[in-house]
C-alpha cells in the first residue's frame, strides 16, 4: 500500500509540475509589462496576473485554496506579514492570496531557477544571505517597499521547516524592522503545505486545501525586537498546533 500510495504521488509531482511549467509559459508574456511599470503599481500588477496563474494551476493540479481573515487588514495600514514556510508551495502561493499587494524576500539561489526565477524577482527584494553587504541594503530597500505603501512579506524561518516542531525558530529581520518602522506585525499561518508539498520524500505531490489564516495585527509600540519576536512565535506556533489536524 505505501509503495502504492508512492508511486500515485509520484505521478501527481510530475502532473503538477507540467502544469506549473506550462501555466507559466502561458502567463510569462504577460509579465514582461512589468519591465515598463514602475513600483508600486508594479507589485499591484504582478500580484493581480500572478493570482489568476495560480488560482489555474490550483485548479488543474487538484488543490483548492481558502483564505480566512482578510478583515484583518480592513482599515490597517501597509504591514510587515510573516508566514510560517513547510513547503516549497508556500512561496508561489502567498504573496498572491495575500488581500493587498506586497513584495516578499527572496534568497538569491531562487533567481537563478529559469524563468520562474525572472518572474519571481519582480515581486521581491532579493537578498545574499552570505553577503553582509547585500543584506545591509535589503534591509533599506525593505523600508522603502513600507515607504511605498505596499505590505512587505517576511518567512521569519529563514528556510523550510524540515523538522516535526510547529515552526523553526524565528530570525530577527522581521522584528527588528517592524520596531524601526512602527509598522504592525501580521502574522500568517499556512495549514496543509506539508501534507500537499513535503520536503521529503521529494517529488511527492498530494492534492488537498491550501489554508492561509491571517491572525490578528500586532502593534509593535510595547515590544523590543528580542519580546515581539518571541510572542509572535507563540502566538503562531499555538494557532499551528491546534489547527493543523483540522486541516
Known sequence: MKMRKLIIARILAYWALLVFASTMMLFIWFYLFCFFIPDPYKTRYHRKLSQIWMGLFLFLSGCSFEVKGKEVFEGLENAIVVCNHNSLIDIPISTP????????????????????????????????????????ASYEKMKQVLNNGLDMLIYPEGTRNRTAAPLKSFFDGAF????????????????????????????????????????????????????????????????????????
Not at 199 to 212: H, L
Open 97 to 136: 492570496f495575500l488581500p493587498r499587494a506586497n513584495k516578499t524576500i527572496a534568497k538569491k539561489s531562487f533567481t537563478y531557477v529559469p524563468l520562474f526565477g525572472w518572474v519571481y524577482k519582480f515581486a521581491t527584494v532579493v537578498v545574499d544571505r552570505k553577503n553582509d553587504q547585500s543584506r545591509r
Open 176 to 247: 527588528k524592522l517592524a520596531i524601526d518602522t512602527q509598522k504592525p506585525i501580521v502574522p500568517v499561518v499556512l495549514l496543509n503545505t506539508k501534507r500537499i508539498l513535503p520536503a521529503k520524500p521529494s517529488m511527492y505531490f498530494t492534492p488537498g486545501k491550501i489554508k492561509m489564516h491571517i491572525l490578528p495585527a500586532i502593534d509593535p509600540k510595547e515590544y523590543t525586537k528580542e519580546t515581539l519576536r518571541k510572542h509572535v512565535f507563540e502566538v503562531m506556533s499555538a494557532y499551528y498546533l491546534a489547527n493543523n489536524d483540522k486541516a
